[in-house]
């Protein structure tokens, strides 16, 4: 009976003890608000999501630059990317230790250049298993239609944050959800506008699908056109507070921020080993309304082969490999020299409504990148930038390289990619 008694007593002891942990612990879960989904309003819908595989990813994206793998990347010395053989081979063991993440495609809410509503699309990688260390804003390089990170579903711009940050990637106007619009080049205000959107986007996808709020203050990144896009969005973060986000460091590099200056550059080389000046072309005249006359802008196979030879369909390698490299083949004499044509006039002044204005301050660090021997995007450009920024006493720094337009992007990814590791 007296052990009985006992057990009886112990009994009662673990009851009240379990009463009272669980009124504890319902007191203590009391104390912390209840999760709440925000309403959408810029996001739109998910059109995949999957697990990210870095090796197939990485092999994929070589494959657009027709790159088998990253040991041929390497292998040959005559590679461009030979220089870089060391930095790159100490990538390899980090892929194996890379976070898991997942990638989605979401579309959004946003406008077109014309100021019409449209429907637009874009990548996110998120980090699984871990708290995110911050979040990345990444304007693409130059895309042609099925080329895009929803297409494809991956942005190879994004490999140097994968180190455990989120990073968003719009598609951009013309590819994606929106790919049945004309591509839009070189449209920065409208390039500001779709990546704030998407960030807002992304902000309340990623509250209701992970229950993590983005920090205020974001990554940027963007190289080539990426460049000068990601730099209208500094700008406009800046002059815009109410948007919610501010530049915490900016990576921008060989972009044409003064973009006549670029064309001019493409328009006076006899050669051109990346064939982007017909996409450029057909794209304003498609926004601007300029009323081009393009039998007095080309000629043989691109005259021939319109609109499909410059609307994007064809990828800039098919096309370029299609033309050659020679421009007096598939451009008009007369149009070449173009300050004295008048559908030349018409294009660069229409570029030049798209300059990104030097009408302000950043307020954070700059690192600015340009190739001495970029045949692509004017190396003036770079200059100009840094020259204006230096006036005004901005945090700049200049990398001005001894390499080309590819070779700079390289040292530019490798660069942001030992940043944000290092970042606690």
């Not at 990485?58 to 088998?68: H, V």
């Not at 973009?259 to 000046?277: F, I, K, Q, R």
Request: proline share 5%; with cysteine; net charge negative.
């Amino acid at each position: 009976m007296k052990y009985l008694s006992n057990l009886s007593s112990l009994l009662r002891w673990c009851l009240t003890l379990a009463i009272a942990i669980s009124l504890s612990s319902c007191e203590k879960e009391s104390d912390e608000p209840p999760f709440q989904e925000v309403a959408y309003e810029r996001f739109a819908g998910q059109l995949f999501e999957k697990e990210v595989v870095p090796e197939e990813d990485i092999q994929k994206a070589l494959r657009e630059f027709e790159i088998e793998s990253l040991e041929q990347l390497v292998s040959n010395e005559d590679s461009p990317y030979a220089k870089f053989k060391r930095e790159i081979e100490r990538l390899f063991p980090y892929l194996k230790l890379m976070p898991q993440y997942n990638i989605h495609g979401i579309a959004y809410h946003t406008v077109d250049p014309n100021g019409n509503p449209v429907v637009a699309s874009g990548v996110v990688y998120y980090p699984k298993r871990m708290k995110p260390k911050g979040v990345v804003l990444i304007s693409p390089v130059f895309k042609t239609k099925g080329k895009c990170g929803t297409d494809i579903q991956l942005a190879y711009e994004a490999f140097p944050g994968l180190t455990g940050y989120v990073c968003i990637v719009p598609d951009g106007i013309g590819l994606g959800s929106t790919a049945h619009l004309p591509i839009a080049f070189m449209h920065h205000e409208n390039m500001a506008r779709i990546c704030v959107d998407m960030l807002l986007a992304a902000k309340e996808f990623i509250h209701n699908r992970y229950r993590y709020d983005i920090p205020q203050e974001t990554f940027l990144f963007g190289y080539s056109q990426g460049g000068s896009d990601i730099w209208a969005v500094a700008r406009h973060c800046q002059q815009h507070p109410e948007v919610g986000f501010k530049a915490s460091d900016i990576f921008v590099g060989g972009g044409a921020y003064q973009p006549d200056l670029a064309m001019e550059s493409l328009l006076g080389h006899d050669n051109n080993n990346y064939a982007v000046t017909p996409y450029i072309i057909w794209s304003l005249n498609q926004y601007e309304n300029l009323g081009l006359d393009f039998t007095k802008i080309f000629k043989g196979k691109l005259l021939e082969g319109m609109p499909g030879t410059c609307n994007g369909e064809k990828s800039v390698y098919w096309l370029t490999s299609y033309l050659g490299t020679n421009v007096h083949e598939y451009m008009e004499e007369d149009f070449l020299r173009y300050k004295e044509n008048p559908q030349a006039l018409l294009i660069l002044e229409a570029l030049k409504r798209h300059t990104i204005p030097n009408d302000w301050i950043p307020e954070a660090q700059v690192h600015l990148y340009h190739g001495a021997a970029d045949s692509i995007i004017p190396t003036a450009c770079g200059d100009q930038l840094n020259d204006y920024l230096q006036s005004v006493n901005a945090k700049v720094t200049y990398h001005k390289l001894e390499q080309n337009h590819f070779e700079c992007a390289v040292s530019m990814a490798l660069d942001f990619f030992n940043f944000l590791r290092k970042k606690k």
